[in-house]
Every structure is written in structure tokens, then in C-alpha cells.
């Protein structure tokens, strides 16, 4: 059986890259970063333990109901998002 060529690779890039962008390995994070990332995750989680222990008894809590689940998920969304963007 005939062996197969092997071929060379050659040093152009395999994808063209856009409009002139350079490829350049992103930076890490800050330092601070992780530690508001975890800061805003307990702060959404804190509020919607306020609301269940206290909803009640604070005014703005009791006047705006169910959307205080909204309020808290959106909070622990924006550290989802920071976690996610973290290096």
C-alpha cells in the first residue's frame, strides 16, 4: 500500500483576520474585580432574604411586591455577567 504525503503547514493563518485587528492575548482581571463580582452576588442574594424575612414590614418592598424578585435576580444577573467576563 502507497504511503500517504505528508503534508507541510504553512505559516499563513488559517482565518483571515478582521478589518486589521491584531490578535492579541486579552489582559487578566484586576484584583478588585472578583471581590465585586462576589460583593454584588450576596447583595442580590441578601435582598431577596430581606424580602422573605422583612417584605412586609419595609415600605417600598411591600409597594412594588413581586417585582422585588426581579430586583434580586437582576442584581445576582449583573455578578452572573461579571463572572462570566472574569480573566
Given at each position: ?35 465585586v463580582m462576589a460583593v454584588v452576588l ?45 480573566r
Open positions: 500500500m502507497p504511503k500517504s504525503k505528508v503534508r507541510k503547514k504553512s505559516d499563513a493563518p488559517t482565518r483571515p483576520q478582521s478589518l486589521g485587528t491584531a490578535s492579541k492575548a486579552l489582559a487578566p482581571s484586576p484584583t478588585w474585580y472578583p471581590v450576596v447583595i442580590g442574594l441578601a435582598y431577596l432574604v430581606v424580602y422573605y424575612l422583612a417584605g412586609q414590614d419595609i415600605p417600598i418592598m411591600k409597594d412594588i411586591t413581586g417585582w422585588n424578585f426581579a430586583v434580586g435576580f437582576g442584581i445576582m444577573l449583573v455578578g452572573l455577567i461579571m463572572a462570566v467576563r472574569w
